[in-house]
């Protein structure tokens, strides 16, 4: 075959799976479309281990996403009123003996473009094929039916599926199994002309004129003389019980006997339970411009309406009471008037009993000529009761129509002989039916709010599976990721699925009218709305007020990574899979960006070795940094930590890490302050946090003091109490880890093992000049590299995991000792005057912070930085020097005060020079009270000695 040319565009929905409730209209140049048919993705299992399958089994083997050959009205589900319109034919081949002649199909489709794979199913002897032809114009939902089934009747139409025609047909990517065989071809050509098709038919609105599969019912021509009045427009209670009930399929649901008919896969087409042929019963609508059917036609030569066309009311008349007409001859039966057949009869008793029938009688103005004609033909109290005093206690009478219906009734009792049939009883049993009317209604109200629950639940959260409901709020599950919503989304949700009921008819449709009929709308609705919202947080809670049904309180699961298009999953060993996403797994965190195996990020690496550029070994500082980014993009921690990246501005600090929160978005990284943290000014911080992977201080203000007790919460997946706002309080455990960026050390009180082992300190001197920038760079990078980005911190982790912890450079643990030294008064000061030495005089603790405190002051500390007698000493014991009380007075073992400032002063590589000079000068200052106090320091203890 030649190359395909260039073509229009077509339109396709695309989701992640068969169960996604969020597909996505893309627009792709049809060789694009057709290259992603010709990118097979080959699944872990045998062919022979596939056919080993149970059905469901096999469904989730071959389900990797799929696309429906159209346009959707919106982004969202694809449910038949969701599409737009189609701009594919796509067509299953399941019934072949031999694959599908590429000559073959040109020859049958005049040279039109088309593509072909085979299923996931296929084999050499068994071939299935997928055969996509692109159309020259889009189709409405009318026109592609009778488009697919002229155009399979051209190829064949029994080799093709009976579903192949449906409207939001989805179609799966190209799969098979690893050792599976893949077979793909493609024609170019002019696109298929719909209009050419359509010409074909002598009608081709009327379902009669199309083709049909074998072993398919032919279709009842819509023309036929039993269709010519619309059910909904009969007069009496005929047309009230069809209209009360809505459409055909929920009659035979609500009317007819558990285990009559079982509904089918194909679209309104029923099977008579018993029967020794499928899909007999096929339901249609008065006309093709309607989407609900009115109307049966059954080809089961068993059933009581085989060979006839039956609207609601006859389809129940025939299969309830049919029975009783046994004892009428074919001659009675035929010449039988309106109503006089005793089935007849018995189906207007059983309609007169229904309140939905009762209340849609009430509405109209048939009631009086109704009743008055039942009244008529009533030979029995029991007619009476069950005909006409019904339709009087529920009509909209005035109080003197309603006693003249009353004398009336009482008239013809009377006509009958019935005894004791005076007005008081007539008037007392029209009461006793409007109050068992009245109980009825609130039934049929609660009934109908558990329909309205269940509606909503399969409308927007997947039947119920995408709704949690606990620690006081709503957790949907979206796009691939449980997140909290507002109650107000919710009853957005309800209202949207009372519309849809409202708009699309049936039972649940003429209920709300009624009810709406009879009420202030307003009023109604809202009242309405509040009810079923209570009934699903009742329907959706947890098991109980501590259940954790999202795992929030507990560890992370496994180590994976959620991305837009799926789960990337890791074993212990860094391997790792591309799953579907599954509510069941229960990830409360995404990134925002789509994994692609292929991708890289040239450009991105490039800023990363110009930043790290004056590193004594820059690549194993890319590689630290890329394994601790790689860490935070999955919710696993294998050890607690944090990261403080310090250098001067302008070093290309904050763009690569912008790039990661751009990577990860809004949905797992928190952009905050720390200060404004410290400071307790966002009162419901916490509740920010969940489904946090990272909390990103982008410049930590000068001279801040950091929050140790927040930076060990936050490196170390502390449990915390979430306060949202206007909700209840529940626990969660935090995976955000604290990234912090700076010009300046900041400052600390606590620099013990703790805080210093879990410090991850990226130092980088270089200050970009700007030649070398780069306008729009990261703008461009992000844009176009992050999935290169991904697959860079995804092979870190890897490293990580393989390992089994961390590595850290040589410079980055020489910077965590700078941090500590600069960052604490405290260590400052020990560094500079005082030297460990075993076996030297026990310095008295209160000289020694005396000696700080003189430092400090003449360093210019304020007194914000200085720490008081009990924070100075727990400080000095965090670093580890020996403390020892004797007759009550704490000495300082094993150190000296330095007499001479820079004496035995440690490598000035570890300090700034602005630092050096200072503790120079406070020596100076403080060297003369020193020598005062030594004179009476006791001496030095002998170490066997008891301190007491």
């Known amino acids: 075959m030649s190359a395909i040319a260039s073509a229009p565009t077509v339109w396709i929905a695309v989701g992640n799976g068969r169960d996604d409730t969020h597909w996505v209209n893309k627009e792709l140049e049809w060789p694009d479309f057709v290259a992603r048919l010709r990118d097979v993705r080959r699944t872990a299992e045998t062919f022979a281990a596939y056919e080993a399958m149970p059905k469901d089994q096999r469904v989730d083997a071959k389900d990797v996403g799929g696309y429906v050959g159209g346009k959707l009205k919106v982004d969202g589900r694809r449910g038949k009123n969701d599409i737009e319109c189609r701009t594919l034919l796509t067509l299953d081949a399941d019934h072949l003996t031999l694959p599908l002649n590429g000559v073959a199909l040109d020859i049958l489709l005049s040279g039109c473009a088309w593509a072909m794979h085979t299923s996931h199913s296929h084999s050499p002897s068994a071939p299935r094929q997928r055969l996509v032809i692109p159309l020259a114009r889009p189709l409405s939902q009318a026109e592609y039916e009778p488009v697919s089934r002229k155009v399979t009747e051209m190829l064949g139409i029994e080799k093709f599926d009976r579903t192949t025609h449906e409207w939001n047909r989805l179609m799966f990517w190209p799969s098979a ?45 819509v023309s036929c003389e039993a269709t010519k009045q619309d059910p909904h427009k009969a007069k009496g209670v005929v047309g009230a019980f069809c209209r009360a009930y809505g459409d055909i399929a929920q009659i035979i649901d609500e009317h007819l006997p558990d285990g009559t008919y079982e509904e089918s896969e194909e679209h309104w087409r029923y099977t008579l339970v018993g029967a020794t042929s ?32 039956v609207n609601g009311w006859d389809l129940v008349r025939l299969h309830r009471f049919r029975h009783l007409d046994a004892a009428l001859d074919s001659e009675s039966s035929e010449f039988a008037g309106p109503g006089a057949k005793p089935s007849e009869q018995a189906m207007r008793k059983y309609a007169f009993s229904l309140t939905p029938v009762l209340q849609e009688l009430a509405s109209c103005d048939e009631v009086e000529t109704d009743w008055r004609a039942n009244l008529a033909a009533c030979q ?58 009245t109980q009825s209604d609130s039934a049929e109200t609660m009934n109908m709010e558990m329909s309205i629950v269940r509606r909503v639940l399969g409308d927007s959260f997947a039947g119920g599976k995408h709704l949690k409901r606990f620690g006081g709020g709503w957790w949907i599950y979206d796009a691939g990721v449980w997140r909290p919503t507002e109650q107000d989304y919710i009853e957005n949700r309800v209202i949207e699925s009372l519309k849809s009921i409202m708009a699309g008819g049936g039972p649940d ?39 954790d049904p999202l795992n929030l309180r507990g560890r992370a699961e496994g180590s994976v990574i959620n991305c837009t298009n799926g789960e990337i999953w890791f074993d212990s060993k860094g391997d790792f899979e591309l799953e579907p996403h599954d509510s069941d797994h229960r990830l409360t965190s995404q990134i925002a960006c789509a994994h692609e195996s292929n991708a890289t990020c040239p450009r991105f690496e490039a800023a990363l070795r110009t930043v790290f550029k004056l590193c004594e070994e820059p690549e194993e500082m890319i590689r630290h940094w890329t394994e601790i980014m790689g860490t935070l993009i999955q919710p696993k921690r294998p050890e607690a930590l944090w990261v403080l990246m310090k250098g001067p501005g302008g070093n290309g600090k904050t763009f690569i890490t912008e790039v990661v929160e751009a990577l990860m978005g809004r949905g797992a990284c928190l952009k905050g302050s720390l200060s404004d943290v ?22 930590l203000r000068a001279d801040t003091m950091l929050p140790d007790d927040w930076l060990k919460k936050l490196s170390e997946e502390k449990i915390l109490t979430a306060n949202p706002k206007n909700a209840h309080t529940f626990e969660f455990t935090s995976r955000a880890v604290a990234v912090v960026l700076s010009n300046s050390w900041p400052h600390s009180r606590d620099v013990s093992h703790g805080i210093v082992r879990r410090s991850h300190v990226f130092e980088t001197a270089y200050t970009i000049p700007p030649a070398e920038r780069k306008a729009g760079e990261k703008d461009w990078i992000i844009g176009h590299e992050l999935p290169g980005v991904l697959n860079l911190l995804v092979a870190g982790w890897q490293r990580v995991l393989l390992r089994g912890g961390y590595e850290r450079p040589k410079e980055c643990a020489e910077s965590v000792e700078r941090w500590r030294q600069q960052s604490n008064t405290s260590a400052r000061f020990v560094g500079v005057l005082l030297e460990r030495k075993p076996g030297a005089i026990a310095v008295r603790a209160a000289t020694v912070h005396e000696a700080y405190k003189a430092w400090a002051k003449d360093a210019g500390l304020t007194d914000r930085w200085v720490l008081g007698r009990n924070a100075f000493y727990q400080s000095l014991k965090a670093s580890g020097l020996c403390f020892a009380t004797r007759r009550g007075i704490e000495y300082v073992e094993d150190v000296v005060l330095r007499l001479t400032a820079g004496e035995d002063t440690p490598d000035a590589k570890q300090f700034d020079d602005a630092a050096l000079d200072a503790a120079e000068e406070d020596a100076q200052v403080v060297v003369s009270s020193f020598r005062t106090e030594r004179s009476h320091f006791p001496p030095a203890r002998d170490p066997s000695a008891p301190l007491m």
């Open 177 to 221: 199994s690893k050792n599976g065989e893949f077979l793909f071809d493609r024609q170019d050509g002019p696109w298929l002309d719909p209009d050419v098709i359509l010409i074909k038919y002598a009608d081709w609105r009327d379902p009669g004129f199309w083709p049909t599969h074998p072993g398919e019912p032919p279709a009842v021509s």
């Open 278 to 309: 499928s899909n007999g019963l096929v339901l249609y609508p008065y006309s093709s411009d309607l989407e609900s059917p009115q109307f049966a036609y059954s080809h089961h030569e068993s059933d009581p309406i085989g060979g006839r066309t």
């Open 380 to 437: 029995t109290l029991k007619d009476v009761e069950s005909q006409v005093l019904p339709l009087i206690a529920h009509g909209r009478m005035t109080p003197i129509s309603e006693r003249e219906a009353v004398a009336e009734v009482c008239t013809r009792l009377k006509e009958l002989k019935v005894a004791g049939a005076g007005v008081t009883a007539v008037r007392q049993t029209i009461q006793d039916l409007r109050k068992r009317a």
């Open 509 to 547: 449709a003429a209920r709300l009218h009624n009810l709406i009929g009879q009420s202030r709308r307003g009023e109604f609705l809202n009242a309405l709305a509040t009810a079923v919202v209570g009934l699903l947080r009742r329907e959706v809670a947890g098991e109980d007020a501590h259940s």
């Open 678 to 699: 410290a400071a307790g000014r966002d009162g419901h911080f916490t509740a920010s946090l969940v489904g946090k992977l990272m909390f990103f201080d982008d410049d």
